[in-house]
């Protein structure tokens, strides 16, 4: 298959306005997408949702002239959590759903997702098809009279509030729990707290004041310590912590103590294993999911099936086999009895159920298994130049590296595909083992890199 040149694991994605993250590729990006899937004799639209990133406010509007010139009438619905717009595209019956974010990444980058009808992400080879009409420059544009329409959905956030409600357990209610809740200054800033409020739970809200710059910036899923700093300080009995665009959960139990998405897909996988609602004899995962959780999964007869990283992997391998529950250890949880792609709030919410259920504190709880030590480290290198990873002295110290874990635990190298990083782990029972293994690979890379 031809690889994708503006498209990664998670749309295209870049720093704000300098290439490829420009208005002008937004705009030929609309113009492909919607001549694309303009589909049928109906009146084609598209649902454009975003975070808060100042640089949103460019990519929205180019988008939308990119998508009216062809034909394609808009909604827009503002700042909403990337799950938020897959679930609307389906409500809607729309043709294409586009959400614009950098998911985790600071304020500076931005990216474009796109869901198809269905609400999930589009496949490779539909992205590949885009990526070549942009190439060829030759999108048919619309008559004058054939132009489309743009309009604001002033009940967005009110579906998606009610839509996530819905997926909370009749007649359970949140009441008598205290949950600080961060939404990362990001997408989820009005939706998440409302939610967790109208469901009876005593709320405690930090990051959400976005300002343009602050979204992700020491707070939200990647750095816990704002969170746990607040679960603390007001003596709640779990906090929340979303990411920029709220597909990802981390959770924090009352004693301050981080829940990754490994424990919290054990934490799933048990209940609905115990409740007879898991499907495919066990759960989805990536290849960065620690081994203890393999472990632990097997122990109660559940299998464990590995993917490349990225949600959108996941989510295709859940289909294909008919499982339920998947997700990755950065806190992509995706249940798929409720939503198409990973939903942060949403997954908070089953999870908190089962705390409500089984009357326990959250550190009983969410904490099923012990993992093994894992150390990941990244190495940052320019983009454009040659790839540290095609050195022969870095091949030939990873393989020595590979020799001495190959029995006690495992090696991990992998591009980002978001970034122009290379993300180095390993895992395994000795702690010093691991620990140097990563360190003389990273050491390798710098040198390349540097």
Excluded at 50 to 61: C, F, I, V
Excluded at 140 to 155: H, T, Y
Excluded at 170 to 177: A, N, Q, T, V
Aim: with cysteine; net charge negative.
């Amino acid at each position: 298959m031809t690889s994708r040149k503006l498209f990664g694991t998670d749309g295209i994605r870049g720093t704000a306005n300098m290439e490829p993250m420009t208005a002008e590729l937004a705009l030929a990006v609309g113009q492909a997408a919607g001549r694309l899937f303009q589909t049928g004799s109906h009146r084609p639209r598209v649902v454009i949702g975003k975070d808060t990133r100042l640089s949103g406010y460019m990519l929205e509007a180019a988008l939308q002239a990119g998508f009216v010139a062809v034909g394609m009438d808009v909604m827009l619905v503002g700042p909403m959590p990337t799950p938020a717009v897959a679930m609307l595209t389906r409500s809607l019956r729309a043709d294409l759903g586009v959400m614009i974010s950098a998911s985790h990444n600071a304020y500076q980058d931005n990216g474009i997702k796109l869901f198809g009808p269905d609400g999930y992400k589009l496949s490779d080879e539909v992205e590949i098809a885009i990526e070549k009409m942009i190439e060829a420059g030759e999108v048919k544009r619309a008559e004058p009279r054939a132009l489309g329409r743009a309009q604001r959905l002033e009940d967005a956030a009110g579906r998606y509030i009610e839509f996530a409600k819905a997926t909370f357990p009749r007649g359970m209610k949140l009441d008598g729990l205290k949950i600080v809740v961060d939404c990362a200054h990001g997408a989820a800033y009005k939706v998440a707290p409302t939610v967790l409020w109208e469901l009876g739970a005593e709320v405690v809200s930090i990051g959400v004041s976005p300002d343009g710059f602050n979204i992700n910036r020491d707070c939200g899923s990647t750095h816990a310590k704002a969170l746990r700093q607040a679960v603390l300080q007001h003596d709640a009995h779990i906090g929340i912590a979303l990411d920029g665009d709220a597909d990802r959960l981390i959770l924090v139990d009352e004693a301050g103590q981080v829940v990754d998405g490994d424990q919290l897909m054990a934490v799933v996988a048990e209940h609905f294993q115990r409740t007879e609602r898991l499907r495919g004899g066990g759960i989805v995962a990536t290849v960065m999911s620690n081994l203890g959780l393999e472990r632990h999964l097997a122990r109660l007869d559940l299998t464990m099936a590995r993917t490349a990283v990225g949600d959108r992997y996941v989510v295709e391998r859940m289909r294909e086999q008919g499982y339920n529950v998947g997700g990755e250890q950065s806190g992509h949880i995706i249940l798929s009895d409720f939503a198409t792609t990973g939903d942060g709030l949403i997954a908070a919410l089953q999870v908190l159920a089962m705390v409500v259920e089984a009357g326990r504190p959250a550190s009983e709880v969410c904490r099923r298994f012990q993992p093994l030590p894992q150390v990941l480290r990244n190495v940052r290198f320019l983009a454009g130049q040659r790839h540290p990873l095609e050195d022969e002295g870095v091949k030939a110290i990873i393989a020595a590296v590979e020799s001495r874990l190959e029995r006690s635990g495992r090696l991990l190298i992998r591009k980002s595909g978001t970034e122009p990083v290379i993300r180095v782990m390993a895992e395994g029972e000795d702690q010093s083992l691991v620990e140097s293994a990563v360190a003389e690979v990273v050491q390798a890379l710098e040198r390349v890199a540097a």
